[in-house]
């Protein structure tokens, strides 16, 4: 609109470098003494998309152009992206080519080598075990992403042919047992309880996301396989999009009305520091009551405050409130653009038929000119190929082990009752290893003496903003210092590996289904919408759950407590899947380091090169481990 001018002007000043008390550029031509210490703007606030009364009006004698200009805009044939699943044709042996429908062909292919698969990893196939197969695998052939499995497998077992090292799993894959079967993934599910409904909800199709970690140099060489394979114009990076938020909206529109910077950041620290905090809603929003700053963000006491002081300055008429004013009008605006550090897209065909793609001096494949969410919508499949560096470290340090000792360590084989890895666990001495390095995390696992795998998948799911608050009593109950309690006698299956506590998402999936009968696909929709503070869905949900606790005879009372209880740290609830997976590298990395010691920091220094602070760090605590560092060897 053309009340939002100064605040595109602003935009402009932003992108340029600029002062908006820099001089504005108003005429055109080559002579440089024109623009010499002037800025671009645009001549006046008329820039803006007009309204059919405010064109028919500036054209009011010429009305056939109005007329012509609408003929046109009713030709216009809108251009539809949503598309069904676009999967590369993936090759399959001629044996499997039995039937006129590929993606038949493909589940065919994809269920041999499941049940194959399954012979290695379990051995005897007994009924619990076939039973979960046939229904990942109906769930599979019904959503038709066999083709999209066959992919991921291929070239996560193609890395591991020439040495890659991959994670055992990211995310909710882990879940899947058919994943586990084909070598996707290097985690029991059944062992570990983990959902498959999790990943793939069986009531909604919705695209698979399958995220994989590679050592640093290997996920290059995956990528280059993959880009071979299919075709360099079958295969993109995704762009983003940086938008303004909160905090940066406020700072770069101060910077440049040129407010002191002391100034600009006692301004926007008056913003909550929480994720996804939104300067709209800080001004505007309720305090309190329906859908307000303390339901639905649950801002703390001290952010209500600082809410409130903003909104006195945002009402005022001097500088400070002039910054508020246009950072309310920029903030989500497009800041800049950059390249997903390991979205992958591939097509199966050229993607210029599919999608507009661009060239980037920052990398060598095309980048897509659509953001992630568009497009999935297009149809087009995204996996990210994600670089880590802790595999780096582990590569390296088994590498020095076997040069050292001859000996020659394989990831999958380590075993997890590792006494002295345990030792290391219980001491706190986690520096240089994965997820469990922090000063706060080594507190409490001394106080928590972890002696099983399972308590380690916990406190990397408890270890986070939210949930933190319950490690003191996990850490009670773990050490028998304070009674375990269950609302219900049925709900001890499902919440005994972690104290009566709840911990993660499944533990909610698997009790709704248990205490309500929910389906797989409802009790997945719960996570979401608790996860979402969804309320539409949730209040009906909360119905469907009080019924279904009725049908099953449980208390009334309890069931109203357990909900509530649900809503309130569901929110903070995690995933297990993950949890189970990045507890298993950050086991590794422990075990290398309590049995390997110089070996393994070795490795750790060796990849912290490039960051003083850190090798610094690092020597000292070799150094208080009486492991000796030498200087460089040149």
């Known amino acids: 609109d053309q009340q939002d001018a100064n605040a595109h002007d602003i935009l402009l000043c932003i992108n340029t470098g600029e002062k908006q008390a820099t001089p504005k550029a108003r005429e055109v031509g080559d002579d440089d003494m024109l623009v010499k210490g002037k800025r671009f703007a645009f001549y006046n606030d008329q820039f803006y998309f007009k309204t059919t009364a405010e064109m028919t009006a500036l054209f009011a004698e010429v009305p056939q152009a109005i007329d012509n200009t609408n003929e046109i805009v009713d030709k216009i044939q809108l251009l539809d992206l949503k598309k069904d699943i676009l999967l ?153 999009y940086g938008t303004m938020a909160a905090k940066s909206s406020i700072k770069d529109v101060a910077r440049v009305m040129d407010l002191p910077l002391p100034e600009s950041n006692a301004l926007a620290k008056l913003v909550s520091d929480r994720p996804g905090t939104n300067l709209n809603r800080l001004i505007f929003a309720n305090i309190s009551g329906a859908d307000s700053l303390h339901e639905r963000e649950n801002y703390s006491t001290d ?93 390296t340090a088994l590498h020095l082990i076997k040069q050292n000792h001859q000996i020659e360590i394989v990831l999958e084989d380590i075993p997890l009752e590792d006494k002295k890895t345990f030792e290391l666990y219980q001491r706190g001495e986690m520096n240089g290893t994965f997820q469990f390095e922090s000063p706060g995390m080594q507190k409490y696992l001394k106080e928590l003496k972890p002696d099983k795998f399972e308590d380690l998948i916990a406190m990397n799911a408890l270890y986070r903003p939210g949930p933190m608050e319950y490690i003191p009593k996990y850490i009670l109950r773990k050490n028998g210092k304070e009674k375990i309690t269950y609302d219900l006698p049925v709900m001890e299956e499902y919440l005994k590996e972690t104290y009566g506590i709840t911990v993660y998402q499944e533990q909610v999936m698997l009790l709704s289904q248990s205490l309500a009968n929910f389906t797989k696909g409802e009790a997945d929709v719960l996570r979401k919408a608790m996860g979402k503070k969804q309320r539409d869905v949730l209040d009906k949900m909360k119905d469907k759950f009080m019924e279904g606790c009725a049908k099953n005879e449980h208390p009334q009372k ?59 760090f690092f020597i000292e605590d070799c150094k208080s481990s009486g492991l000796k560092v030498l200087g460089p060897h040149v």
């Open 303 to 395: 952010d209500i405050e600082r809410a409130k002081e903003l909104r006195k300055i945002f009402a005022g008429d001097d500088m400070k409130a002039q910054i508020l004013q246009e950072a309310v009008k920029l903030e989500g605006s497009v800041r800049n653009v950059g390249i997903h550090a390991a979205g992958i897209i591939i097509a199966p065909f050229d993607l210029t038929e599919l999608i507009p793609v661009a060239v980037s001096k920052e990398s060598d494949l095309l980048v897509t000119q659509f953001e992630g969410e568009v497009i999935e919508n297009a149809g087009v499949i995204k996996m990210d190929f994600l670089g880590l560096r802790t595999l780096s470290v582990l590569k």
């Open 88 to 240: 590369p044709n993936f090759p399959i042996p001629d044996a499997f080519k039995i039937h006129r429908d590929d993606t038949v062909n493909q589940w065919e292919y994809l269920k041999h080598l499941t049940f194959e698969g399954a012979k290695k990893r379990y051995g005897e196939i007994d009924q619990q075990l076939e039973e979960r197969i046939n229904f990942e695998l109906f769930t599979v052939k019904t959503m038709g992403f066999a083709g999209y499995f066959l992919i991921v497998a291929d070239f996560i077992n193609h890395g591991k042919d020439i040495g890659v090292f991959v994670g055992p799993g990211r995310g909710s894959a882990a879940g899947s047992v058919i994943a586990y079967c084909i070598g996707i993934t290097n985690i029991d599910p059944i062992k570990y309880n983990l959902l498959f409904e999790r990943f793939l909800n069986p009531d909604r199709k919705s695209m698979p996301d399958i995220d994989t970690d590679f050592d640093d140099d290997g996920r290059q060489k995956v990528i280059d396989y993959v880009v071979k394979k299919y075709g360099y114009n079958q295969v993109a990076q995704l762009i983003t």
């Open 558 to 616: 309890i069931c109203e407590k357990i909900w509530t209880d649900w809503e309130a740290f569901a929110q903070y609830a995690f995933n297990k899947s993950h949890s189970t997976c990045y507890s298993l590298v950050a086991y590794h990395t422990a075990y290398l380091k309590a049995n390997y010691p110089a070996e393994y920091m070795a490795a750790v220094l060796t990849h912290s090169q490039n960051n003083l602070e850190s090798v610094t």
